[in-house]
């Protein structure tokens, strides 16, 4: 039977370092998926007063891609702090 406050499945580190891992990966997806919006936007001709502005397109593309940096820098500074899953002689 497990001692009490042992883990019962997975290691609390490793399972941490395998989500930490998922997110990174579906930082990609979410970044695609936020560089597609301004495809949806109205563009010039459409209706009058509707269409928007190329300064403003590109400010959202790279504010995007600001914050794609800086949440991928966070995510990999936490992924950095976890332990490596080692085996019980110490080896990674």
Do not use: C, H, N
């Amino acid at each position: 039977m497990a001692k009490p406050g042992t883990p019962l499945f997975l290691e609390r580190d490793g399972y941490r370092r395998r989500r930490m891992m998922d997110a990174i990966r579906l930082l990609v997806i979410l970044g695609a998926g936020l560089w597609m919006i301004p495809l949806l936007w109205p563009v010039q001709g459409a209706a009058e007063g509707q269409d928007v502005p190329t300064s403003k397109a590109l400010l959202y593309v790279f504010g995007v891609w600001w914050a794609l940096i800086a949440i991928s820098a966070y995510l990999a500074r936490r992924l950095g702090r976890i332990p490596a899953q080692t085996d019980d002689t110490g080896a990674l």
